[in-house]
């Protein structure tokens, strides 16, 4: 091990600082962060979702991270061979957007460039900046294998890209279809639904006439977007509305352009919405373009891609579209064929990546047939192959995917997976296969032209359960490790990602990928905001790192954390996780100093035949967190299993037992409590080390370098056994027992917080108890001591005459027979907190009342109503304190 040059001389304040990388580099070089391939055990896999390759880290990296960690760190130390394998994303769009920009600044654009100059620009990019991610993931103490770390355009992803797509197309499930498709003006390219967000959005709702052809009269259209009537090929009602049954099959003069088209029925229109006349744009409309396939209406384009007017809108060809919107309305104004605007607030679909606004288009776009590829998958997670956690996204999973839709998967980008299909300008058909042609399949020309669109990103990253491990290739790997263990991410990607995953993973393997799927939430600001840039409440990682360290970050993550659910990060949390790192520092200072003054070292080992009460209390206590530590985490509580032992070791271990010892160990002729010291942290540190990794690892040396240890001794933390409890040595008479020795203690310190009387001011005390006399008997020392008592008579009576002078508190282990001499005063003590009990109770049934007035808790913000929640629990904290101290006062 020897990590720390100075071992017999731990600060006095833990620095991650100083400890951090230098474990780091230790864990990195001993090559603890490989699986051991020679290995019979089963092995666990973990693939770490890629960050883009132009990320930095931000909260939900780290958040990522703190969680698997924690998870693979916890199945290395139960001895399965682990992977934990990294990589990061090309991030199409993304990356584009960011070498796009740095090139603007040079005043360049990528059509200057042209493709190859403009791809080789991005890969110099890369070169300098794509690990630097992967440098931010090591700060955090991330334990992966990085000798295994993939990026989606290396060339075995690539290969596997390639594979699939061509076994999709042959398979007859990739097809070429003209479409309309969410299209970004700014990014220059379609969208998948996934990603456009909608948006609610101001706007007008416009009624305008369309005239019958025959001079009879006309029908009112409701529209949006009066520019794209310039495309309309119909009108269009409900076949069941008695209102305009008897126009179906008329014909309509469209204004400004005095086409014909004719009035159809169709079971979309909504007879409630506008007017219940609709007028159909099928090049501009998904449902008109729906309408329009049902209805074999014409398509006419009339907004280009770039957003403008084309031709085909005759007199307004070359206008923006908003322009034209604008120039429309006066022009039916004008004729009178404006019947009223209406403001009207509707959601539209806004570019997940740069907000513009989505204009629908037709276009000629790849698409994944998804129907039979969802069916296994499907399957999988019903049949219970696949567990989701929690348990609640699993009805969202099976409504996406019971309702699928086709995946839109070219997208206009330079930078990605090419799309491996080469046209033949000869004979028009398509050449798609695993190498690069040279000629055309069909009729041998030379004249062929490979296909100018990229893949989606997330076409790469579905295949990353398998193409990380060498697929297509027949690997090692591929053998070990597929399929893996546990999927852990993000919610907001189960279908961008997770899902796509299993489809694909089934077609390529012919198995599922993982067996379990971890969801965890987002990361919060304090107020419960989602963080981001424009609203200036980004916390940033490696800021925090430097200030509170590491371990206190991920401390910080994962307490409280629950699969699914959102948490909030603030200040309290980062730093009552890096007091808690030096309260643990701390106390192993104290136990490795009193090992080293010893001029013998302690053997390490299970202590048996204890005899003394702390002591058994403590190692049954040891047992019990064990225990349920283990039940928790193969439960996926990971946040409950971290506040077990958190709870143990600051209050039962450090707040208590270290205290109870402290005599024992001055003292040469009793028992030494020292080897059950160091036994209860050597122990706690590895429960430990999957939430707080540098620290217990740096004790951990301390530790063992202090303690006589035995031959098979592991050289580190992170490869030791995560302790199990097999035979259950539970003692539990002594947990009842030093849980009653505790309540009293604390009743009668509270007792004195409340009466205003020094904790270490001794005070006279009788204490009668039936049941435990012995037992008090023998803790009487304790009890003076921690209790600040002065016991002068212990009786196995039921009760004793009170004393004049005296209180009686009643607890579990006796009744105790308090004098509180001359100094207190206990009839004006006695008011003070009837008092404070009435104005508590006035304040609890306000706030009670607040909180039960429906229209508050509707209207006002969510942080508000948390606030008076937690004044609420306080108060009747407090309430119910004082009710028991006055209760045993009376
Ligand atoms: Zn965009
Ligand atoms: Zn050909």
């Not at 009537?229 to 008329?250: C, H, Q, S, W």
């Not at 600001?525 to 409440?537: A, F, I, W, Y």
Request: glycine share 6%.
């Amino acid at each position: 091990m020897a990590q720390n040059d100075n071992p017999l001389n731990m600060s006095r304040a833990y620095s991650p600082a100083d400890t951090e990388s230098r474990i780091y580099k230790f864990w990195e070089e001993s090559g603890y962060f490989k699986p051991d391939t020679s290995s019979d055990s089963p092995p666990f896999v973990m693939i770490m979702p890629p960050p883009n390759v132009t990320g930095e880290l931000h909260m939900g990296h780290a958040l990522t991270v703190a969680i698997e960690d924690m998870i693979v760190r916890w199945h290395r130390m139960k001895g399965e061979p682990t992977l934990f394998l990294p990589g990061t994303d090309h991030a199409g769009i993304a990356t584009q957007v960011v070498v796009e920009r740095l090139l603007a600044t040079e005043g360049l654009n990528r059509y200057q460039l042209g493709r190859e100059k403009f791809e080789a620009r991005i890969w110099e990019w890369v070169e300098t900046y794509g690990t630097r991610i992967y440098e931010q993931l090591r700060r955090l103490g991330t334990s992966c294998d990085w000798s295994r770390s993939k990026f989606t355009l290396d060339e075995i992803p690539r290969a596997a890209v390639r594979k699939t797509f061509v076994d999709l197309y042959n398979k007859g499930l990739i097809y070429r279809g003209e479409r309309i498709a969410n299209w970004c003006l700014r990014c220059s390219t379609a969208l998948s639904d996934l990603e456009v967000k909608y948006m609610e959005v101001n706007g007008n709702l416009y009624q305008i006439r369309y005239p019958f052809s025959d001079g009879s009269g006309f029908i009112v259209v409701a529209t949006t977007r009066p520019e794209t009537m310039l495309g309309d090929t119909a009108v269009a009602v409900n076949p069941e509305d008695e209102r305009f049954k008897k126009y179906i099959g008329k014909e309509i003069k469209l204004p400004l352009t005095n086409r014909l088209i004719p009035i159809i029925a169709d079971g979309a229109v909504e007879a409630e919405f506008g007017t219940g006349a609709l007028k159909v744009t099928p090049a501009h409309d998904p449902v008109d373009f729906e309408i329009g396939l049902r209805n074999n209406l014409p398509v006419i384009t009339v907004i280009g891609d770039d957003g403008t007017m084309n031709s085909a809108a005759g007199e307004f060809q070359g206008l923006d579209r908003f322009k034209c919107r604008t120039l429309i309305e006066d022009q039916l104004k004008a004729q009178g064929l404006l019947v009223k605007t209406d403001s009207f607030q509707h959601s539209i679909g806004h570019c997940d990546r740069c907000d513009e606004i989505i204009e629908p288009l037709i276009s000629k776009q790849w698409y994944i047939s998804m129907e039979s590829l969802a069916a296994p998958a499907i399957k999988a997670v019903k049949e219970n192959q696949i567990r989701i956690i929690p348990e609640r996204f699993t009805s969202v999973y099976f409504n996406w995917m019971e309702n699928i839709r086709d995946w839109p998967v070219s997208r206009q980008l330079w930078w990605g997976h090419q799309i491996p299909v080469w046209y033949c300008e000869d004979c028009l058909s398509e050449t798609v296969t695993n190498e690069d042609p040279q000629t055309c399949q069909s009729c041998g020309s030379s004249q062929i032209q490979q296909d100018q669109d990229v893949l989606d990103t997330w076409f790469s990253s579905g295949l990353w359960t398998h193409s990380t491990l060498g697929w297509p290739n027949d690997t090692e790997d591929l053998k070990s490790f597929y399929p893996g263990s546990v999927m852990e991410t993000g919610y907001d990607i189960l279908f961008f990602w997770v899902a796509r995953m299993i489809m694909l993973g089934i077609s390529n393997m012919g198995q599922i990928p993982f067996h379990t799927i971890y969801l965890h939430g987002l990361v919060l600001d304090p107020e419960g905001v989602k963080m981001s840039k424009t609203k200036g409440n980004v916390l940033n990682p490696l800021d925090l790192i430097d200030e509170y360290g590491a371990d206190a970050v991920r401390f910080a993550l994962t307490t409280g954390t629950s699969a699914g659910n959102n948490l909030r990060m603030n200040e309290q949390k980062l730093e009552s996780s890096r007091n808690f790192a030096n309260k643990l520092w701390n106390a192993s200072r104290f136990v490795i100093s009193n090992l080293n003054k010893k001029e013998t070292s302690i053997k390490f080992s299970k202590p048996e035949n204890i005899l003394n009460r702390h002591d058994k209390w403590i190692i049954s206590r040891l047992d019990q967190v064990t225990q349920d530590v283990n039940r928790l985490m193969e439960d996926f509580q990971f946040g409950e299993a971290q506040t077990h032992i958190h709870d143990f070791l600051w209050n039962e271990y450090c707040d208590w037992y270290i205290e109870l010892t402290k005599d024992r160990l001055k003292v040469q002729d009793v028992e030494s409590p020292l080897s059950i010291l160091a036994y209860i942290l050597e122990r706690t540190l590895r429960l430990l080390h999957p939430f707080l990794p540098f620290v217990t690892e740096e004790i951990w040396a301390n530790l063992c370098k202090s303690l006589d240890t035995p031959e098979d001794w592991p050289n580190s933390l992170i490869t030791a056994e995560y302790p199990v409890i097999s035979a259950t040595t539970i003692d539990e008479p002594s947990i009842i027992e030093m849980g009653k020795l505790i309540d009293f203690i604390r009743a009668i310190r509270n007792m004195k917080s409340e009466l205003n009387i020094q904790q270490r001011q001794k005070i006279e005390c009788r204490i009668a108890s039936e049941m435990e006399s012995s037992l008090v008997e023998s803790e009487k020392s304790t009890l003076e001591k921690f209790a600040g008592l002065s016991i002068s008579e212990i009786s196995d009576s039921h009760l004793l005459q009170l004393h004049s002078g005296e209180i009686s508190i009643v607890e579990n282990l006796g009744t105790a027979y308090i004098s509180l001499g001359e100094g207190v005063d206990l009839g004006g003590e006695l008011e003070r907190l009837r008092n404070e009990q009435n104005e508590l109770s006035k304040y609890i049934s306000s706030l009670t009342k607040r909180l039960s007035n429906q229209s508050f808790i509707n209207k006002a913000p969510e942080e508000v109503v948390e606030k008076e929640k937690g004044r609420l629990k306080r108060s009747t904290d407090r309430e119910t304190r004082i009710n028991e101290i006055l209760e045993t006062l009376n």
